[in-house]
């Protein structure tokens, strides 16, 4: 017999297995040898009383051995397979290589940027000497943004595809097993280099190819057909489909596709600032105590409200995290958070944004597609400007952002680069700015303590996603006009984190075997 039961821990016990057991059996009123295997299908946090409590959702085998055999995921050798272009080796990049491998076809991985471990050399360069590399950096490289921006595989998305597929092919290519169960599963910076290595070695191991240090400046299509693409001006790739996975920054692949004459569409984004604060707050406000449990991990939050017509929410919450510099290009200021596996950083830090509509970019018509995109890009340049021309990135105190004075003095950040007092209540739009502000005050309400003197705000936080979508079919993924093109994940506007991306990955190579499946049958 199987049961599936829930039960609450304190979180000295929930990673004792028995107690977990004993408690079971009196749940059950069963006896203890009677419980053959069990098996834990989620884990989370129950913080909403004084008694902060672990959720277990148990899988019980009573008198009942389980079927120990696992769906595994088989890999076809694809040498001699029809070939398929994916542009971008992030996650919704990844997932597709490793989906075209299962179905039989050759991927050709076009990566703009370095290889997962040489990348950590311009990362550094960002942080320590305020150079950008605009091919290699937070943004650009093997692994996408993801790989050192933290790692976080929370989605929402279950209902566009197989979410524990994703994660179990994470853990078969070595993230940690805890992401199956945890209900906010985090692999964390230092560890997913790693994971991508082993990804790539498999994409090449089956007869993929992957290619780094290779930009794409031109696209081959004809009678609005694609049939391939021209990298580093002067090397040719032919394919019979192209996946385009370049992430929410590619701004030169917008503008490629614009020049083609490929169809684009202006969409709604998000910007704002990073907030942060003590880790050791953000505990005390969620954890009700002073004390955090050490069997408790550092707490995180998710905030959202609606203020004068707008979203206003926290985005990418860091606990136990650093603020990091995610500029593409010189000339331009944007930070991003991100967490290493064990979160022990001293300070918690989050996205804190304002939705952008058409209607609140309408001085920048002219651009037409690019009206966001171009808010956007002046947005980071002035940031860029106001902390000194560097990486050094603007940052103002909770409370004088809220009085509209100039901090006088700054707190210690994990923003390597350095801070620089600056008053971001004149530096953004009024309208960002009021909307902000009327946030802060109603986060305050629901997590009391939010706003004090301990915490700050580090400006630009501006990409949260793209302000512009490449558009196609919901039901084929291939562009509505561009026969054998298929824009996926984050850069296209359909996903919007590293799961999301993931599954909008699979769904594309999907998509292209359904089209070259057709093709043949003609």
């Given amino acids: 017999m199987k049961k599936e039961i829930e039960l609450s821990f304190l979180p000295k016990d929930a990673f004792n297995d028995e107690v977990i057991r004993n408690s079971i059996a009196q749940r059950l009123r069963i006896n203890l040898n009677e419980i053959s295997a069990l098996n834990i299908l989620r884990r989370s946090i129950d913080a909403r009383k004084s008694q902060v409590v672990y959720k277990l959702l148990i899988e019980v085998y009573i008198n009942e051995i389980p079927n120990q055999l696992e769906e595994k995921i088989t890999y076809k050798h694809v040498d001699n397979g029809r070939r398929v272009i994916i542009v971008g080796s992030g996650p919704a990049g990844m997932f597709a290589a490793l989906r075209l491998l299962e179905l039989g076809f050759k991927p050709i991985v076009i990566e703009r940027g370095k290889d997962v471990q040489t990348r950590r050399r311009d990362i550094r360069g960002i942080q320590q000497e305020h150079i950008v590399n605009p091919d290699s950096n937070y943004c650009f490289g093997e692994g996408g943004a993801g790989t050192y921006s933290d790692g976080k595989l929370y989605t929402r998305s279950t209902k566009r595809g197989n979410v524990k597929k994703i994660l179990s092919v994470l853990v078969n290519h070595g993230a940690v097993k805890d992401i ?9 910076s230092n560890k997913l280099p790693q994971v991508v290595t082993s990804i790539r070695e498999t994409i ?6 992957v290619h780094f240090n290779s930009r794409v400046t031109d696209l081959l299509i004809s009678e609005n057909k694609i049939s391939g693409v021209i990298v580093n001006e002067s090397d040719e790739f032919t394919a019979d489909a192209v996946i385009l996975a370049t992430g929410h920054s590619a701004r030169d692949i917008y503008e490629l596709l614009f020049n083609k004459g490929v169809r684009l569409e202006s969409k709604p984004f998000a910007l704002g600032v990073r907030i942060e604060h003590p880790q050791s707050l953000i505990d005390e406000i969620q954890y009700h105590s002073k004390e955090k449990d050490p069997n408790l991990p550092a707490a995180s939050y998710g905030l959202t409200c609606q203020i004068d017509g707008r979203g206003v929410f926290s985005f990418c919450m860091c ?8 500029s593409t290009a010189p000339g331009e200021l944007v930070v991003n958070g991100m967490s290493l596996s064990k979160r022990n950083s001293p300070f918690a830090n989050s996205g804190y944004v304002v939705t952008i509509d058409k209607e609140d970019v309408a001085n920048y018509n002219s651009y037409g597609v690019f009206d966001g995109l171009q808010f956007q890009k002046e947005i980071e340049q002035k940031t860029f400007v106001a902390g000194g021309s560097s990486q050094t990135a603007p940052a103002q105190k909770v409370t004088d952002f809220l009085n509209n004075r100039l901090s006088s ?34 986060f305050n309400k629901k997590m009391r303590g939010y706003i004090t003197e301990e915490a700050q705000l580090i400006a630009v936080e501006s990409r949260t996603s793209s302000p512009v979508r490449i558009p196609r079919n919901p039901e084929t993924y291939m562009h509505t006009e561009i026969e054998g093109l298929f824009p996926s994940g984050e850069g296209a506007g359909y996903a919007g984190g590293i799961v999301s991306a993931a599954i909008d990955g699979e769904n594309c190579a999907n998509g292209v075997n359904h089209y070259l499946s057709s093709l043949i049958k003609k």
Avoid: M
């Fill in 180 to 188: 199956l169960i945890d209900a906010h599963p985090h692999i964390g």
């Fill in 204 to 209: 090449l191991s089956h007869g993929g190819e």
């Fill in 319 to 326: 606990p136990g995290g650093i603020i990091v510099p995610a």
């Fill in 409 to 442: 003095n700054l707190l210690k950040t994990s923003y390597i680069p350095g801070i620089i007092s600056s008053p971001l209540h004149e530096l953004l739009p009024d309208f960002i700015v009021k909307r902000l502000q009327k946030g802060l005050i109603e």
